[in-house]
């Protein structure tokens, strides 16, 4: 059974910083691509950016360039989400999603899902 289970979200001052954890089980995630949604209240899920061992990082929102990436431990099967310089737009429920092939922006191409964490960027 694959299990991805995402952490670290919270609140956050703007421009703050955050660390988001995406650890999977029974899926390793060096295989295909792992990318990071996102979905705000009342908005659609959007894909914030993804890496692959084929292409490395794809960026899928020009507003976070520059200060998102994306980190890999292949020792512990996890990936971070490093989100640096926060916004107030970047308040959304990050997702962490995977599959075995390359990345896409599009959502329903993924097989597997984390939960969800919720980051709030407020003063």
């Known amino acids: 059974q694959v299990q991805l289970v995402e952490s670290g979200g919270g609140l956050v001052q703007p421009g703050g910083s955050l660390r988001l954890s995406c650890a999977a089980s029974?899926?390793?995630?060096?295989?295909?691509?792992i990318g990071w949604f996102r979905q705000a209240p009342g908005k659609e899920r959007e894909a914030v950016l993804c890496m692959s061992n084929r292409v490395g990082l794809s960026y899928y929102l020009d507003s976070v360039k520059g200060r998102f990436t994306i980190s890999r431990d292949s020792a512990k099967n996890t990936v971070y989400l490093q989100m640096d310089s926060l916004k107030p737009e970047d308040t959304a429920v990050y997702f962490c999603?995977?599959?075995?092939?390359?990345?896409?922006?599009?959502?329903?191409?993924?097989?597997?899902w984390g939960q969800g964490t919720q980051v709030t960027v407020s003063s």
């Open positions: 029974g899926w390793t995630l060096d295989n295909g691509a």
């Open positions: 999603a995977t599959r075995n092939t390359y990345c896409s922006i599009t959502y329903s191409l993924y097989l597997y």
